[in-house]
């Protein structure tokens, strides 16, 4: 079989949607949903939600049935309120409020909960919203003043944007392109532990996509450099928004070429080993692209 190579003329790349479920990705809430174009909504109402971050925590109650939420309006006198607050987005067409300068001392009805505990929080739609308000809440802390020229910048109305009040320079929320990719060799998967996960965690290959690199010549270089394999047969899997990181994982499966023989870069990865199903080691959980996609291996779907 033909080495893959990238190619401007011919496209390659072959695409297959793939829609199993095991435990859903934590992205994956229907029949919730959160709409989060920008709305020309202003004015808070008792029941939207109010969100409260103290540095990487977020503000919880629980409901009448003792379920997760978030904290609305309701629950606090207008006094107490700050004058400054920005529309995030909606969910189940309940709009969410980010509040500036704003920290709600913990008590018997509030509490505060580290964002990477949402990955496992229930309920999951409640886990997702707040998730993804943290990583809109860091781009909009990070970008109170101008990187052009330094000057104040305000919301736009009509986009979700910030204009520098000065230079009239626009700034976007930024959003990180990266692989994941799953290796085969035959009945094997490639499961490596990278150095920034924790200790005794497996998953697979992934990386960013750098500055002028098409999606497949990424693939190539990220395997080649962490594993020194090479592989063929890209297919695409789905995608998967990671608010922790800003990024847009992109999935996919391929095949190993050619020589089989791992060679670890020492520096990203501290291990990689070829592993049969069934003698998997602890790895990423299904919540995540990279968890499902091993599960797709493990069950002999891929």
């Not at 190619?7 to 435990?23: E, M, P």
């Not at 995030?88 to 580290?114: G, P, Q, R």
């Not at 929080?121 to 919203?129: D, E, G, V, Y």
């Not at 499966?253 to 791992?262: H, K, P, S």
């Amino acid at each position: 079989m033909q080495k893959f190579k990238p190619s401007n003329s011919t496209l390659l790349l072959n695409i297959i949607f793939n829609y199993h479920f095991f435990l859903a990705m934590i992205n994956e809430i229907f029949p919730h949903k959160i709409k989060i174009e920008l709305s020309k909504k202003g004015q808070i109402e008792d029941q939207d939600y109010i969100l409260i971050f103290k540095d990487n925590s977020l503000l919880l109650k629980r409901d009448k049935e003792g379920c997760l939420d978030f904290p609305q309006k309701k629950d606090f006198s207008d006094k107490d309120l700050p004058s400054k607050y920005t529309y995030l987005f909606n969910i189940d067409n309940t709009a969410c409020f980010y509040m500036w300068n704003f920290t709600k001392l913990e008590s018997n009805e509030f509490f505060y909960k580290d964002i990477q505990e949402f990955r496992y929080l229930s309920p999951q739609h409640i886990a997702w919203t707040g998730i993804v308000a943290f990583q809109l809440i860091k781009w909009y802390l990070g970008n109170v003043y101008c990187g052009t020229c330094g000057s104040e910048n305000e919301e736009k109305n009509d986009e979700r944007a910030l204009v520098c009040k000065n230079c009239k320079t626009i700034q976007y929320p930024k959003i990180s392109p990266a692989i994941i990719v799953a290796i085969k060799n035959e009945d094997k998967i490639l499961l490596a532990r990278n150095s920034n996960i924790p200790e005794g965690r497996h998953s697979i290959l992934a990386g960013y996509i750098d500055v002028g690199e098409t999606i497949e010549e990424t693939i190539i270089r990220e395997v080649k450099e962490e594993v020194g394999l090479e592989v063929k047969n890209l297919k695409y899997y789905k995608s998967q928004p990671w608010p922790f990181s800003g990024s847009l994982m992109i999935g996919f499966f391929v095949e190993v070429f050619g020589d089989a023989t791992i060679k670890i870069d020492n520096k990203e990865i501290e291990h990689a080993d070829w592993y049969s199903r069934g003698t998997l080691p602890n790895h990423s959980a299904s919540l995540s692209i990279a968890g499902e996609m091993i599960e797709l291996f493990e069950s002999g779907e891929w």
